[in-house]
């Protein structure tokens, strides 16, 4: 039986990790606002537009605090914040939507999301990855590995030096390998299961551009971040 250490330098780098995740979360819980009052399909639109620009900038300020980040070349850093952010909104909000609330709140915001505008043929690929990340029960420390690994991944479009950016990534993936084996112990395949569902997200980057431009409702505004972010206008 391989015995697992977490080295002190991988310590240092997990506490680094955790603490700007934590620190970078958006301030208002959206679900609760969810919760609340059934909006429309515009308001609704509206309070994602605002979501997704703050969880840009929340992304920004994470990702500065990733170790060598900000050695890499300028460009590639912002095509790895611009290949990555979509991603990061899907595994936020999957991760909002796995968090265990009083009885029958889950269900309730489940009914928001699905008559919040989004069309209809998207429902199915959405909440397939909301529950697939819900059934992991991922802590804190492995939600925040798998934002990082998910925004250093060497194979976005535009990246000139890939290699860099593979030397970043790798520590974050020996570590979370790690995490795993130690939090789940029952769970040997738990590691191979974390990494596959980033491949089921890079599935909803595909989807989002007309997960958007379908909301139900004519005339969709965005913010000229958002354009930049999104595929969109
Ligand atoms: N959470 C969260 C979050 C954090 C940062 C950025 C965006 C976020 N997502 C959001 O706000 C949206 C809201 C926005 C208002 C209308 C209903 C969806 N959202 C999405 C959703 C994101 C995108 C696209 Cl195309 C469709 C859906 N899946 C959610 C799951 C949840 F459980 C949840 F509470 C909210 C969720």
Redesign the pocket.
């Known amino acids: 039986k391989e015995k697992v250490e977490i080295t002190k330098e991988q310590q240092a780098l997990m506490k680094v990790i955790a603490d700007a995740y934590n620190r970078h979360q958006?301030p208002q819980d959206?679900?609760k606002k969810?919760l609340q009052d059934q909006?429309s399909a515009e308001e609704?639109?509206l309070?994602?537009t605002e979501?997704?620009t703050?969880?840009v900038q929340v992304l920004v300020e994470f990702t500065k605090n990733i170790p060598g980040f900000l050695s890499l070349n300028h460009e590639d850093q912002i095509a790895l914040l611009k290949g990555s952010a979509v991603e990061a909104?899907?595994l936020?909000?999957?991760q909002?939507?796995s968090k265990k609330m009083p009885n029958g709140h889950n269900e309730v915001?489940e009914d928001?999301?699905r008559r919040?505008?989004?069309s209809e043929e998207?429902m199915t690929p959405?909440f397939n990855f909301?529950k697939s990340i819900g059934v992991l029960h991922m802590v804190q420390e492995e939600q925040a590995l798998l934002t990082a690994i998910t925004i250093l991944t060497p194979d976005r479009p535009y990246v000139k030096d890939q290699q860099a950016v593979e030397r970043l990534q790798e520590p974050m993936l020996d570590l979370l390998r790690k995490l795993c084996v130690l939090q789940h112990p029952q769970k040997p395949q738990y590691f191979a299961c974390l990494l596959g569902r980033l491949t089921e997200l890079r599935t909803l980057n595909y989807y989002?551009a007309e997960?958007?431009t379908s909301w139900r409702m004519n005339d969709h505004k965005f913010t000229p971040l958002l354009c930049e972010i999104w595929d969109v206008e």
């Open positions: 958006i959206v679900a969810l909006y609704n639109f309070l994602l979501m997704a703050s969880q909104m899907f936020r909000s999957a909002v939507f915001l928001r999301i919040s505008g989004i998207f959405m909301y989002h997960m958007l």
